[in-house]
């Protein structure tokens, strides 16, 4: 058996986002061939590239070329439901920060700013879930590094960095 790892990991990607599932070799010759849910043939080859609109389960069939030995691995994709697409400009040194972020699958949702050395000094954002994007100006903050975190209904979706100079 060949093949039992060798779709690669599971992914977590935003809908419509591009991204490559990558077939690890196998040390003969060997045909790569990736099929969807129903079993239709999508791509021939190693690597795959592709984006999805909907969570998928990709199948690769791996054939070694010398006797026609096939083998099966799948790969899950699932699609993040929330996240923060940019946070600019970063560094931000004119006071005026933007945050773009996504929210497909909550009810409320906020942008935690605080301090990484000193989290007790922190700013939350009432975000409105059906927009995707925010702006805030920064001149209260002193100068350092800051986690921007998104939560949703109450859990933490994606968190990134934000540095004030």
Not at 118 to 145: C, D, M, R, W
């Amino acid at each position: 058996m060949f093949a039992s790892n060798n779709a690669g990991n599971n992914k977590t990607v935003d809908k419509d986002e591009i991204f490559t599932l990558n077939a690890e070799p196998i040390r003969e010759p060997a045909a790569y061939n990736w099929y969807d849910e129903k079993g239709n043939l999508i791509y021939e080859g190693a690597d795959f590239t592709t984006s999805v609109d909907i969570g998928k389960k990709f199948k690769l069939e791996v054939v070694a070329l010398a006797d026609g030995y096939k083998d099966y691995a799948e790969v899950e994709v699932k699609l993040k439901p929330n996240s923060i697409k940019s946070v600019y400009p970063n560094p931000v040194t004119d006071n005026i920060v933007n945050i773009d972020y996504r929210i497909t699958d909550a009810a409320t949702a906020y942008i935690s700013v605080a301090n990484y050395y000193y989290p007790q000094i922190s700013n939350n954002y009432i975000l409105n879930v059906e927009h995707n994007k925010i702006s805030f100006n920064t001149n209260a903050f002193p100068s350092g590094i800051y986690v921007v975190t998104l939560i949703c209904d109450g859990k933490v979706a994606d968190s990134t960095f934000l540095i004030k100079q």
